[in-house]
């Protein structure tokens, strides 16, 4: 097996990188292009003692990281912050061959704010401070001591962005990283240790393994010398390394799925109501935050489909390189069917298609709008994470909300009004980690990122990932010439 692969004119080598070493594994898994199912080559498929290595690595490099001052872990993740944005045209095209998501968003929005995840948290470090208190004349002071080695593990849908949402905290933090990317894109988080490496991360502070999750995982999460677990994903393997981590009671963050509502009330802006309803379809629908049932009021219900379906007739689905397309493929042939599966049993049990409803040659799917389904139908209710929406309509605040929150997941919700008034009621009354007001994915990494319900444990972002990366510790220290005895 050759070390390296070329995509797109830019190579990535296929091994695991650990302990500042490229490490080859026995066996290898094929990586396609979800573009034009080409296969791509040949990835390290490690397993326990991959992830053994890795542990160890990130664990011997643990107490020379934690101890390096906190401005020279800033400056460190600066230059890893320089490095993305130098071979932002790489990282782009690289992972637009791996994952199918636009190659036009990849360049002008993705992987900027990669590179802005690390700047951000090598900020946030140098900030991260906590007013001390008195309690009868003691000093109280919390500070944010490096955990240890944490597994992140990470899914496919934005790869290398929600990676390093991970990565650039808990390095930040102190902490050193065993990254396991997604099995359907590994690459881009290959050409991150590269360029780690490269602005001057010690040897084992970051390490990158890949393989099936099936395979590696299990050695990973359940290892007693990982500190911290971090995982974006769906909800069985959510409860897959939930267990693992259990019997070390290791801390976990869970970012999950969603079934986010998109609440159109009468009074809103319609054209605005449709465009966001429209944007649901970026990157193939294959978004956790996603609002993916359209809720609308009754009266508008009919225009709004109309308007709705003019729009979405427009939109282009093709080839993610090309500047044009709105729409690219799904991630794999696996994806694929699970997104027919769901929408053909939804045909068959009497909903709809307003638009769509059939796959495309390779791996596209046409954008669906179904209607005519039942609040406890399965369409309704799981998470497709494909360019799939229902509409339902509704009658008055109180339906709209009974409907909004009637799912097991919590993650985000938009709500399209004219009336701030109502606006501020019924955000009051979604469960969701994050609630737009006519905008969507309006992001901020001060703000906390996370669901709930089954749609996550714990918040990411700003102090909140420090909180998480961290062990938080409470110094007292009494005044000069404290008797403890009187007082
Ligand atoms: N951001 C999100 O909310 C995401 C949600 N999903 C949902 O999950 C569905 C299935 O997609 P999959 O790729 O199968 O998601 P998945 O949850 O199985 O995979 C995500 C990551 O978990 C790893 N993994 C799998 N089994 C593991 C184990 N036992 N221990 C440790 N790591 C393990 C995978 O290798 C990958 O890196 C999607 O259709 C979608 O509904 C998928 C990806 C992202
Ligand atoms: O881009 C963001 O701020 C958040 C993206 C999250 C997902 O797309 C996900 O986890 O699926």
Redesign the pocket.
């Known amino acids: 097996m050759s070390d390296n692969i070329t995509v797109a004119g830019v190579s990535v080598d296929t091994r695991h990188w650990i302990g500042g070493e490229r490490v080859a594994s026995a066996g290898t898994f094929t990586d396609h292009s979800p573009i034009d199912g080409r296969a791509l080559g040949e990835i390290a498929r490690g397993g326990p003692d991959e992830a053994e290595a890795a542990v160890v690595a990130a664990r011997d490099a643990f107490p020379g990281w934690a101890a390096t001052p906190r401005a020279d872990r800033a400056r460190i993740l600066h230059a890893v912050a320089d490095g993305v944005e130098k071979r932002i045209e790489e990282l782009a095209i690289v992972e637009t061959t791996d994952n199918g998501a636009l190659l036009r968003s990849h360049r002008r929005g993705v992987m900027p704010r990669v590179a802005h995840n690390f700047r951000f948290f090598a900020d946030w470090l140098l900030r991260l401070d906590h007013e001390d208190f008195e309690t009868r004349g003691h000093t109280n002071h919390v500070g944010w001591d490096p955990a240890g080695p944490c597994v992140l593990?990470?899914?496919?849908?934005?790869p290398l962005m929600?990676a390093t949402w991970k990565v650039a905290p808990a390095l930040a933090a102190g902490n050193t990283v065993v990254l396991?990317?997604?099995?359907?894109s590994p690459l881009t988080a290959s050409l991150l240790a590269d360029i780690a490496a490269e602005a001057g991360l010690p040897a084992g502070v970051l390490n990158v393994v890949q393989?099936?999750?099936?395979e590696?995982?299990?050695a990973?999460?359940s290892h007693p010398d990982v500190r911290r677990i971090s995982?974006?994903?769906?909800?069985?393997?959510?409860r897959?390394?939930a267990g693992?981590a259990a019997a070390n009671l290791t801390p976990l963050s869970l970012?999950?799925?969603?079934k986010s509502p998109l609440l159109v009330f009468a009074d809103a802006d319609l054209d605005l109501a449709v465009d966001l309803a429209v944007e649901q379809y970026d990157n193939a629908g294959?978004?956790?935050l996603a609002a993916t049932r359209l809720l609308v009021e009754e009266p508008v219900a009919e225009e709004f489909t109309r308007r709705f379906t003019e729009k979405a007739a427009a939109l282009r689905q093709g080839d993610p390189r090309d500047e044009g397309t709105d729409i690219g493929p799904t991630?794999?042939p696996?994806?694929l069917d699970?997104?027919d599966g769901f929408v053909q049993r939804a045909l068959a049990a009497g909903a709809r298609a307003v638009i769509g409803g059939h796959r495309k040659d390779g791996q596209y799917y046409a954008p669906t709008l179904l209607t005519d389904v039942a609040q406890d139908s399965e369409i309704v209710q799981e998470?497709?994470?494909?360019p799939v929406l229902t509409l339902q309509t509704f009658d008055g605040e109180d339906e709209a909300v009974r409907l909004a929150n009637d799912t097991r997941f919590g993650?985000a919700a938009t709500v399209a009004t004219g009336d701030r008034e109502r606006a501020e009621r019924v955000t009051a009354r979604l469960v969701a980690g994050t609630v737009w007001v006519n905008c969507f994915f309006v992001r901020d990494l001060r703000a906390p990122f996370g669901g709930s319900r089954q749609?996550g444990v714990g918040r990411e972002g700003g102090t909140w990932s420090f909180d998480f990366y961290c062990d938080l510790k409470n110094t007292v220290t009494a005044p000069e010439g404290w008797d403890q005895d009187h007082g």
């Open positions: 593990i990470t899914p496919w849908n934005a929600l396991k990317p997604a099995e359907w393989g099936y999750g099936s590696i995982g299990d990973l999460t995982f974006t994903g769906s909800v069985p393997t959510a897959r390394i693992s970012e999950l799925g969603g294959q978004v956790c991630i794999h696996r994806q699970k997104i998470e497709v994470f494909g993650l749609s």
